[in-house]
């Protein structure tokens, strides 16, 4: 009876333990998560203008228009017709440049928003190819400098991103690992006491086994609430990021914090009873 009382504050402290690291790993996760929202974002708002010869039809341009939005790398398009140009250009330069050189010197034009993956040099080269295979397209403009700018941060973020994970899902491992086998240590002499009156190991290891998952589930459950109060805080205080968050990565995200937490708490468990039952009982002190 001493001895299991003197386990269970030991597998409270697991349990703690276990589920602070598994609520940090799901912080990086989901800071990753957003990342990739945010970066998603950020692609999809370059606009590509394509711009029409000045005698074009708005017929030919609604036509253009038409095969454009069946095409894969569309998101969205619209058309920006001369005035509404002229228009734009003069908000942005404070004057009117009509009056100034006395005809409106900008196209009738199509800006289009593109999927994600086709915000890169070459996937742009390519339709911009494609769309001037019309006779009544002027040019296809983008602006370059942002493209490249913009893939090569994202890019080096998403590195250094990436290797941090790599090694916090080391750690996680490591210290639950760490963990769980010292709460393990208080029932050694349980272990060793089962086994010398004759209990097989499969009986020895199966309760374990049992408070292993159960302990691994506990902790990965109490790492999702934290993870769920701090998102919605965020949340509270800055409403852009619901913009950006995606349920079904948030889901697979807590899911497998919860799978985390029980594998590895069951494995270094499991592992730790083999140990124990393989050892001398004189190694035990």
Same mark, same amino acid.
């Given at each position: 009876m001493?001895?299991?009382?003197?386990?269970?504050?030991?597998y409270?402290?697991a349990?703690?333990?276990?589920a602070?690291v598994?609520f940090?790993l799901?912080?990086?996760?989901?800071?990753l998560?957003?990342g990739?929202?945010l970066?998603?974002?950020?692609r999809?708002?370059l606009e590509?203008n394509?711009?029409?010869?000045?005698n074009v039809s708005d017929?030919s341009?609604?036509?253009?228009?038409?095969v454009l !939005?069946?095409?894969?790398?569309?998101l969205?398009?619209?058309?920006?017709t001369?005035d509404?140009?002229?228009?734009?250009?003069?908000?942005?330069e404070?004057?009117?440049?009509v009056d100034?050189?006395?005809?409106n010197p900008?196209?009738?034009?199509?800006?289009?928003k593109?999927?994600e993956?086709y915000?890169?040099? !070459?996937s742009?080269?390519k +339709?911009k190819?494609?769309?001037l295979?019309?006779?009544?397209?002027? !040019?296809v403009?983008w602006?370059?400098?942002v493209?490249?700018?913009m893939n090569?941060n994202l890019?080096r973020i998403g590195i250094?991103?990436?290797?941090?994970s790599?090694l +916090?899902l080391?750690?996680?491992?490591?210290?639950?690992?760490?963990?769980?086998?010292l709460?393990?240590?208080?029932?050694?002499f349980?272990?060793?006491?089962?086994?010398?009156?004759?209990?097989?190991?499969?009986?020895?290891?199966?309760?374990f086994?049992v408070?292993a998952?159960v302990?691994g589930?506990?902790s990965g459950?109490?790492a999702?609430?934290?993870l769920?109060?701090i998102?919605?805080?965020?949340?509270n205080?800055l409403p852009?990021?619901?913009l +950006?968050?995606?349920?079904?990565?948030l889901?697979l995200l807590?899911i497998?914090?919860v799978? +985390?937490?029980?594998?590895?708490?069951?494995?270094?468990?499991h592992?730790s009873v083999?140990?124990?039952?393989?050892?001398h009982?004189d190694d035990?002190y």
């Amino acid at each position: 009876m001493a001895t299991g009382k003197k386990a269970k504050p030991s597998y409270i402290n697991a349990i703690m333990g276990v589920a602070l690291v598994l609520f940090l790993l799901g912080v990086l996760g989901w800071l990753l998560i957003n990342g990739r929202a945010l970066s998603r974002a950020f692609r999809e708002d370059l606009e590509v203008n394509v711009d029409f010869h000045d005698n074009v039809s708005d017929e030919s341009i609604n036509k253009m228009k038409a095969v454009l !939005d069946k095409q894969p790398f569309v998101l969205t398009s619209r058309i920006i017709t001369k005035d509404e140009a002229i228009k734009m250009e003069n908000q942005v330069e404070g004057g009117n440049m009509v009056d100034f050189l006395g005809y409106n010197p900008l196209f009738a034009s199509i800006s289009l928003k593109l999927h994600e993956e086709y915000v890169n040099r !070459d996937s742009l080269s390519k +339709l911009k190819q494609f769309i001037l295979q019309s006779n009544v397209v002027r !040019d296809v403009t983008w602006p370059n400098i942002v493209v490249d700018q913009m893939n090569s941060n994202l890019r080096r973020i998403g590195i250094i991103l990436g290797s941090i994970s790599v090694l +916090l899902l080391i750690i996680v491992i490591f210290l639950i690992d760490n963990t769980v086998r010292l709460a393990m240590f208080s029932n050694r002499f349980l272990i060793k006491t089962m086994q010398m009156v004759g209990a097989t190991r499969s009986f020895i290891t199966r309760p374990f086994d049992v408070r292993a998952f159960v302990n691994g589930l506990t902790s990965g459950i109490a790492a999702v609430i934290g993870l769920w109060i701090i998102i919605s805080f965020a949340d509270n205080q800055l409403p852009v990021l619901t913009l +950006l968050s995606d349920p079904l990565l948030l889901a697979l995200l807590m899911i497998g914090m919860v799978v +985390l937490g029980i594998f590895i708490s069951m494995v270094s468990t499991h592992r730790s009873v083999i140990k124990y039952l393989k050892m001398h009982v004189d190694d035990l002190y």
